[in-house]
């Protein structure tokens, strides 16, 4: 009843800043006019690739390239990172960007209707309006799980980022839009120079390139790891008609054999060692805050596997942070699965300790899990995952497959359908309850991936109890029944002890 009451007050107070917010915005005719001038001085936004190195030690070498260049790599063969010129973008103070970016959440007006493009500024700043290829990604569900939170948790403020409910069913939609909307660009500006996108998958890369690709005209090929994804995610490419090679290899190996394609032939390498990508996927981050009245979060769980993502959300948050839209990031937890694990082990070993992780760290062989799209022992951005972890004071933390099975499960019963990787999130949540280091209060928000219809299979093992050494326990089978009235009576009463 309490917590009723609390949670009544809460929305109430809410409501009311919303309806005074609104009332000042309106009454405040100066301040009306000013968010209405547009931005005169966008020409002096800009962004370009660096080398990683220089955004980690803060000290840039002067090695740059135009986001127009084919490359991937700096010159030492580290990553690139995207670098904005942040005080162009702080010439508007934090009141316009947030007006603006709240201005057009969900209108039709191109390309800003996009939860990607609604942030154009932040991401690609030079690019035309016409070389973007969108399909209104983003603007996904911030769902309150407020059941599963009070019953299998003990929290009232649980929240779970709904990414998966996008147009290929994955967060992976918020970074191809970025980097095919560039290989568009460049396609125009230099002829002949890309003749196709490719990338390795684990599936949920492969269904968003091929679709993006599809809709920009634009050949792509897929390199997927032979009997390792879902066929839902294997039908995607195939029915988008990208060039689908399946081979008898994990991730880590199509990873290998993609970067020896695209570095002797002109095809564009879309996987996330590209940082393009990074600066879609951040735009989830910015979006948490919006959806939050532009109040940060205590909590911020991921699933990890090739350790962008991790790093992406670290990017949009930092970038509010410094623009003076909050005041504070929140702390970041990267959920691996137990089966592909190799940053958690580094974590263990450093005895929790973020300045000593790489010291630590060792890549390992994946072994199989339901989890599939992180199912990766030697993750490109393990060094950008080491950098948000050690920034953020964040956590490591694993799930074996019955955890995160068993997870998924349980909040499936609460109305959600999460996908695996989700459920590794969960499970990686509920460790963390258990020894409370996430308080009963702690705002906390779980990153779903991927939408469950996508990993149907595994939800059909796990609920007739077909998978070897797990028990199931919520397990939900169908009760088979003959075409009997007594009969259906006696099972509905078995059911709910009538």
Request: positive net charge; proline residues 4%.
């Amino acid at each position: 009843m309490q917590v009723q009451q609390k949670l009544g007050a809460s929305r109430a107070m809410k409501a009311s800043r919303n309806v005074q917010r609104v009332f000042a915005a309106h009454s405040d005719i100066r301040k009306e006019a000013a968010l209405r001038v547009p931005l005169d001085k966008a020409h002096t936004f800009n962004a370009k690739f660096v080398p990683f190195a220089d955004v980690q030690s803060q000290k840039m070498s002067g090695e740059t390239y135009s986001l127009d260049d084919i490359v991937y790599r700096s010159r030492d063969g580290g990553l690139l990172d995207v670098h904005h010129d942040m005080k162009a973008l702080a010439q508007y103070g934090p009141d316009y960007w947030r007006a603006l970016f709240d201005a057009r959440v969900g209108t039709t007006a191109w390309p800003f209707g996009s939860g990607v493009w609604s942030k154009k500024e932040w991401v690609l700043p030079g690019l035309s309006d016409d070389d973007i290829v969108s399909m209104f990604e983003g603007n996904s569900n911030l769902f309150w799980a407020e059941r599963f939170g009070r019953e299998a948790l003990g929290m009232t403020d649980l929240w779970v980022k709904q990414c998966g409910n996008s147009h290929t069913g994955s967060f992976k939609d918020l970074g191809m839009t970025v980097l095919v909307s560039q290989v568009n660009r460049i396609r125009k500006l230099k002829p002949g120079s890309v003749t196709a996108v490719g990338c390795a998958s684990t599936g949920d890369t492969s269904a968003a390139l091929s679709a993006y690709c599809a809709a920009a005209g634009i050949p792509s090929i897929v390199f997927l790891p032979a009997d390792k994804i879902s066929l839902a995610q294997l039908v995607q490419p195939i029915a988008n008609g990208a060039l689908v090679l399946s081979i008898d290899t994990d991730f880590d190996g199509c990873m290998r054999l993609i970067k020896q394609v695209t570095a002797e032939t002109p095809i564009y390498l879309a996987n996330s060692m590209n940082s393009l990508r990074l600066e879609g996927q951040k735009t989830a981050a910015i979006e948490i805050l919006q959806q939050f009245d532009w109040q940060v979060p205590d909590w911020v769980i991921i699933p990890g596997g090739n350790l962008g993502n991790i790093y992406a959300f670290y990017k949009g948050f930092k970038m509010c942070k410094e623009l003076g839209l909050v005041d504070k990031m929140p702390r970041l937890v990267c959920a691996q699965a137990q089966n592909a694990n190799p940053l958690y082990q580094a974590f263990s070993k450093a005895h929790g300790s973020n300045a000593a992780i790489k010291e630590s760290y060792e890549p390992m062989k994946a072994k199989t899990t339901f989890a599939s799209a992180i199912q990766i022992g030697d993750p490109v951005s393990i060094d950008r995952a080491i950098m948000a972890l050690k920034d953020t004071n964040g956590i490591v933390e694993e799930a074996s497959e019955e955890e995160l099975m068993d997870a998924a499960a349980r909040a499936d019963r609460t109305g959600m359908f999460n996908c695996p990787h989700t459920g590794v999130a969960l499970a990686a949540l509920t460790k963390l309850r258990e020894r409370q280091v996430i308080g009963p209060n702690d705002r906390t928000v779980v990153v779903s991936t991927a939408h469950g219809l996508k990993f149907t299979q595994s939800k059909v093992a796990y609920h007739s109890k077909q998978v070897p050494g797990m028990s199931c326990q919520f397990a939900n089978p169908p009760v088979q029944v003959r075409e009997d009235l007594g009969a259906v009576m006696d099972a509905i009463k078995t059911k709910f002890k009538l």
